[in-house]
């Protein structure tokens, strides 16, 4: 039997085949299953990034919302880490993993279609919005938590820091191509036309993803136990680890405040700075660029620094620069400020990899759904709670206002962290000593 073969074997299996030996393996893009997720990731990156752009601007341009429609519309579409958020883990974990993946793109593409097909019929409404983006969260969960679940399987552990890297530049390349794509594309066909790439790109990535030979089969018959018993246990591994649960709680900080600071990024650029479609897809795109660079860096980062120390130390170097944006003013100063917005992409790639593969590293096979779906839970359920505070906080206090407050909020989301194991550069012993686990 093929290597390619043993690895979809174990990730089907869900368990013991990662604790097998190892022998010196070529770049993880050598391993088929591997480079194929790797290209599904490319398209359903670049379709995501369109979305990002696009589907606020239609309703800023095509529906004229204001700023709380606008924060409500993000709350909308991150809201399905609280609806589906914990028991995704539970169903990944006995499901097979490919066909979630598929199926989740392939809703993901239908859903997104339905917008252009309403603004054509004279149909568009921002309630028709709000249910898009949150049919599209929901799917997005599913497919995150199957996605994460199925890499230690993959690629084994002794390379999850090399494979979270490559897919770290995959999506920093389609940061810069989505938004270069989009702008553009806004300002041709308009908001809702450029949703149709979008759902290209989500349709190109679930087909590539039918192709993996891992990703895991239905649960064999037998007992099962409760579904409420299985995400019990994966609350109690996480919040009873200190680093996971450290790690997660600055995560559940950050992304609070990065979202209410996004939710009036765009109303902020079109209305204070007068920047159009084609200036905003640059400043996404000049954030892709950072993105990239903090992918290809992620992993000397990790080996000089310490994979431990590098979670607090990229946070703290690069969050207080977001606060560039609320001084800018139109003309040179939004350059510095884009600037600012690209370190904090670079920080957050070089973090987010170096929590990723922590994370992946220190849980058991069996618990890879329940874990990564309850730390998505946790550190992403402040979200629709950010769009909704950008919301508010926008009307009361402005989008500039609202940037101040988010940047301020970004910068102190690394105090939980601070507190832990990993603030003395503190790395467990699966990551220190790859292979075999005990």
Not at 115 to 126: D, E, N
Not at 262 to 289: D, P, T
Not at 346 to 369: E, K, N
């Amino acid at each position: 039997m093929s290597g390619t073969s043993e690895s979809a074997r174990r990730c089907e299996d869900g368990g013991g085949g990662t604790d097998a030996p190892r022998t010196a393996r070529p770049g993880v893009l050598r391993d088929r299953d591997f480079a194929r997720l790797f290209a599904a990731t490319a398209f359903g990156q670049l379709g995501d990034r369109v979305v990002f752009l696009a589907l606020p601007l239609v309703a800023l341009t095509a529906l004229r919302a204001g700023a709380f429609e606008v924060g409500l519309l993000t709350a909308m579409t991150t809201a399905g880490s609280l609806l589906v958020g914990l028991p995704a883990g539970a169903w990944v974990d006995r499901a097979g993993k490919r066909s979630v993946m598929v199926r989740a793109d392939l809703g993901r593409a239908l859903v997104l279609l339905s917008v252009p097909s309403a603004w054509w019929a004279g149909l568009l409404t921002i309630e028709w919005l709000y249910a898009v983006a949150l049919v599209h969260g929901v799917l997005t969960v599913f497919f995150d938590v199957a996605y994460q679940s199925c890499l230690p399987q993959v690629v084994g552990r002794d390379r999850l820091v090399e494979a979270n890297a490559r897919l770290s530049t995959v999506r920093s390349v389609t940061s810069i191509g989505g938004p270069a794509l989009a702008g553009p594309l806004v300002a041709l066909v308009g908001a809702p036309a450029t949703l149709l790439a979008g759902s290209m790109g989500m349709a190109l990535s679930g087909l590539l993803a039918l192709t993996l030979r891992t990703g895991g089969r239905p649960p064999r018959a037998g007992g099962r136990r409760r579904l409420a018993a299985e995400i019990g246990e994966g609350l109690r591994f996480v919040l009873g680890h200190p680093v996971l649960r450290a790690v997660m709680l600055g995560d559940s900080l950050f992304n609070l405040c990065l979202v209410m600071y996004q939710s009036m990024l765009l109303v902020f650029l079109e209305r204070e700075i007068a920047l159009g479609a084609f200036g905003m897809g640059l400043i996404f795109a000049g954030m892709g660029c950072g993105a990239l660079l903090g992918a290809l860096t992620a992993g000397v980062a990790a080996r000089r620094i310490g994979q431990g120390r590098v979670v607090w130390a990229a946070t703290l170097a690069t969050c207080p620069l977001t606060a560039l944006m609320p001084l800018a003013r139109p003309g040179w100063s939004v350059c510095a400020a884009a600037a600012g917005l690209a370190a904090l992409s670079l920080g957050g790639v070089v973090r987010v990899v170096a929590q990723s593969s922590l994370q992946q590293a220190l849980t058991p096979d069996r618990l890879l759904g329940r874990t990564s779906a309850t730390v998505r839970f946790v550190s992403w359920g402040g979200i629709p709670l950010g769009g909704l505070l950008g919301g508010a906080a926008g009307t009361v206090l402005g989008a500039r206002g609202t940037l101040w407050a988010g940047a301020a909020g970004m910068t102190v989301s690394v105090v939980p962290v601070l507190l832990s194991p990993l603030r003395s550069g503190w790395t467990p012993p699966a990551v220190r000593a790859p292979g075999p686990q005990p």
